[in-house]
């Protein structure tokens, strides 16, 4: 198996060595990240020339964003993977924040150049949930044959508050309502978002968040 490793977090994210590290077992894999952290990019791109630097074998830092690195690892480097995964990145990937995420648009980038991809999503304040489950939610894509040209897969690891996983649930994007106001000061807006409080579909990301599962949703650019 031929891997693409990209992410948002940057060159010398933990995660994403921790990710290196078990994808390595399953195959080939190349990584190819932001030399500097990246969140909240989106899909969006260089205009112009992108700095690089090799790290080590199969290993590159690209001065760009994540959807730079797809573009850099599929068509620079000429990487014609099975599948791209992102990730692992640090904080989850749910409802409206995809719409943000550098992690899930560079997986949408590799759908959108006919790649399947995966992106994955944990706990900002530790690795514990995800050192426990990416392997094996990994293996389920891979002997489940999960992956698709038609769809990426965003996957989030449960909160650590929960010691385990309730298990795996198939779910769709649920855009919960939020109030934005912020603080203006000479300089500056400071943004603050307040989520309003609503029932959550039995089926929705945000539900599986909210209540110890590992949520599996399919993402498409149509």
Do not use: W
């Not at 995420?101 to 944990?122: D, I, N, P, R, W």
């Not at 039995?202 to 949703?217: C, E, M, P, R």
């Amino acid at each position: 198996m031929k891997i693409l490793l990209v992410n948002d977090d940057g060159i010398n994210s933990e995660r994403l060595h921790f990710a290196y590290d078990v994808l390595s077992n399953y195959g080939d894999v190349v990584l190819v990240a932001p030399k500097y952290e990246q969140s909240g990019k989106s899909s969006s791109i260089t205009i112009g020339k992108i700095p690089y630097e090799k790290v080590k074998d199969n290993q590159y830092a690209v001065i760009g964003t994540p959807a730079d690195c797809v573009s850099f690892g599929l068509h620079a480097l000429e990487y014609v993977p099975d599948i791209v995964v992102s990730g692992i990145n640090k904080g989850f990937n749910i409802g409206i924040d995809t719409l943000y995420s550098g992690t899930v648009g560079a997986a949408l980038q590799a759908h959108y150049f006919g790649f399947k991809a995966v992106a994955f999503s944990g706990d900002v304040s530790s690795m514990n949930n995800l050192k426990k489950y990416f392997e094996e939610v990994f293996k389920k894509i891979i002997n489940e044959d999960l992956l698709s040209h038609d769809y990426i897969l965003n996957i989030n690891f449960p909160q650590d508050k929960f010691t385990t996983s309730k298990g795996i649930k198939d779910t769709n994007l649920h855009y919960v309502k939020t109030d934005l106001k912020g603080e203006l000061t000479d300089k500056y807006f400071i943004p603050k978002r307040k989520v309003i409080k609503s029932v959550l579909p039995l089926d929705s990301d945000v539900y599986a968040f909210k209540n110890g599962y590992i949520s599996i949703t399919k993402l498409s650019l149509q």
